[in-house]
Structure formats: structure tokens, C-alpha cells
């Protein structure tokens, strides 16, 4: 039986950063404890109608900010969702978290709560560079931040970093992963800045008055990154994605798996029973949803939901193999695949596997498909050769 996984939305942020797309709000703390109370309401609904009792495996809580949140209401969240669902012994509880949001108060009452797992967005360790980026904290808040997730208990911590930034040198951003590594965490993401349409960052790159990032320096970075990591034992397993040995984000790999995890929250997405599904953005919206709730549900949706749509087998087959190849060690097995859909890979997809073996764009390791190293870079091409272009 495949255990499932939860993933909890928290849309508030004390600012919205420059170049953020997420479904993320800023000024409204106001309403922090109606939607926390909200979000059990909903969890609540969603499993008294659950077919069955799949253990979950990983709980997320993302954003936004969730370390904004007081923990009383964070704790709430994890009591309601043992009521609500059985959870396995070895669940894995993360919590996405700022510097400088945090305290060693509550960090230990987080612990206390069930929470297990940090994810803190570092972003830089320049003080220019997170001007930039509008974020509030410096870097001595990063310190004293995992310092005290240390103290009180978390044994697992992942810290983020952005490469690819406009007029970022290849010194500066030796720089940040250096300084990051003498933290000793044991999982590490990094990701290229996109420049995203509707963003700040987007318009103003648009209009000329930021520069448009390197690319061939942010592919530099990123193969020195690599390198150095490894250097000190940490393993890539995701494209974005450096662990030391079984310490790997297990929720994350419920999606690259393609497995199926519960979405909760405004703007949470969610895939279960075939289904995938995804709630309405604003706070307000979700909010007004629950006290007024104006149409019937079922299984696995809320009064939240706002689009659904049922899986077709191939369109599956096309997901898995999308996600799957971006664990570019683990790839995708084709025992699994065909066990999970009754045929290879080669007999769902001939025609894309024939031409990007012969590019030198995937690879067989024994049973696995994955990419070679030099597509690394270039992976969204590859996965668009399965997904329709």
C-alpha cells in the first residue's frame, strides 16, 4: 500500500518579494487565525469522507510564510490532522520557515508540536543580493535561525539558495554555498531565478531596468555547485536538489514519484484517486467557501475546490515521466512504470525515447531511465518531449 502525503498551504508573507509568483499575500495577518481555523474545518470534511485509511507519510507545511503563523495555531493543524488521518511512525513534518521569523521559543514549541523538518529560505549570502530579493533578513539571522533549530530538536534542515540573479558574480555565489555548507546542513536546494510574467522582477526586466541574468554563468554556477557538493558527501538526486546520504525531502519525492498526496489551504493543489485538483486562491474567497458553503463534494475535494480534472491513463504515463526523470540519479524504473500502467517505457513512448538516447539526452542504468549529466541543464526540453510541446 503507497502511503499518501498532506500538503499544507499558509498564503501569508510579511512582504511579497519582488520576484515571487506563489500564491502568497502580505498584509493580511488579520486573518491568520480565522483561515488556520478554517483549514482544520476542511481537513476534517475531506477525511470523514476518505473510502479507506492510507497512512500519510509526510506532512508540508509551504507558503508564503508558515513561520509566521503563531505556533498555537500550527499545533492545532498537526493535532487535527492526527484525528483525521493515520499517520506512520516515521513521519517526516516539514515546515518552510524565514530567518529572522523565528525564535528559539518557538522553534521549540514547533518541535513539540510534531514538527521534525525545516526548509529555511536563505536565498544569498550577500548583503546585496538579498536587497535585491527584498528579503528582510541578513545572513547573521541565518546563523542564529539554524542555531537554534539545532537547540531544540531538528535533526533534519534544508536550507535554499537563488543562483542566475542579475550581476551576481561567480565569487559572490562560491560565496553563499560555502557559507551555507559551514552550517552543516543536511539537505540543500538550489534554484535558477526565473524571471516570471506578472512578477515585479518580470515587468521590470521587461521594461529594461533590470538585467536579464547570464545564462551561461548561471549554468557555471550550477556545475560548480554540483561539484563542490559533492566534495563534501552531498548527493544530487533531484535536479535542484542536494542531500547527504537518506537524508532526501521524502514529501518532495512524493511528487517527482508521481505518488499521491491530499492539497490544503487557498490555492493548495492536490492529486488523489486519479484526481487532481486545486482550491481557490485568495484568502477571502476560501474563507467565505466554508461559511457559506454553497455546493455539494466529494471525495477527495472540499468546498475549497475550484477545478478538478480525472486523470486519463496516458496523461499519467506522461506525468511520471516528467517528474520522474528530474530524480536524476533514481530516474524511472521500468518495472515500476509497468507494473503501475501494463507497458514499458519504450512501448508508451518509442518514438521520444528512440531520439533522446540517440542525443545523448537520457540514459539506461540498469532498469532506470534518466538523465545523462549534460542534460541536466537542459531538462525542461527533455520532460516537454513526453509532456507535448
Sequence with gaps: MTPNSIYIHIPFCAHRCAYCDFNTYAGQEALIAPYMDTLIREIESVSALQPNSVPAHTIFFGGGT????????????????????????????????????????????????????LSFGVQSANPTELRLLERAHDFFDVIQSVQWARQAGFERLNLDLIYGLPEQTLQNWQNSVK???????????????????????????????????DPDLAAEMYEWADEFLAGLGYLQYEISNWALPGQESRHNLQYWRNLPYFGFGAGAHGSMDGIRYSNVLRIKTYLERFSQPAHRYSYPLSFANVDQTRTAPYEAMQETMMLGLRLVQEGVSDTVFRARFGLGIADAFPQELADLLRLGLLEWQKDALRLTPRARLIGNQVFLRFVGE
Design 66 to 117: 508558515p513561520s509566521l503563523v503563531p505556533t498555537r495555531h500550527l499545533l492545532a493543524v498537526m493535532e487535527a490532522l492526527r484525528h483525521a488521518f493515520p499517520l506512520t511512525a516515521t513521519l517526516e513534518a516539514t515546515l518552510e520557515a524565514n530567518p529572522g521569523t523565528v525564535s528559539a521559543r518557538s522553534l521549540a514549541e514547533m518541535r513539540a508540536a510534531g514538527l521534525n523538518r
Design 179 to 213: 557559507r551555507i555548507t559551514d552550517l552543516a546542513p543536511d539537505h540543500i536546494s538550489m534554484y535558477s531565478l526565473t524571471l516570471e510574467q506578472g512578477t515585479p522582477f518580470g515587468r521590470w526586466a521587461a521594461r529594461g531596468l533590470l538585467p536579464i541574468p
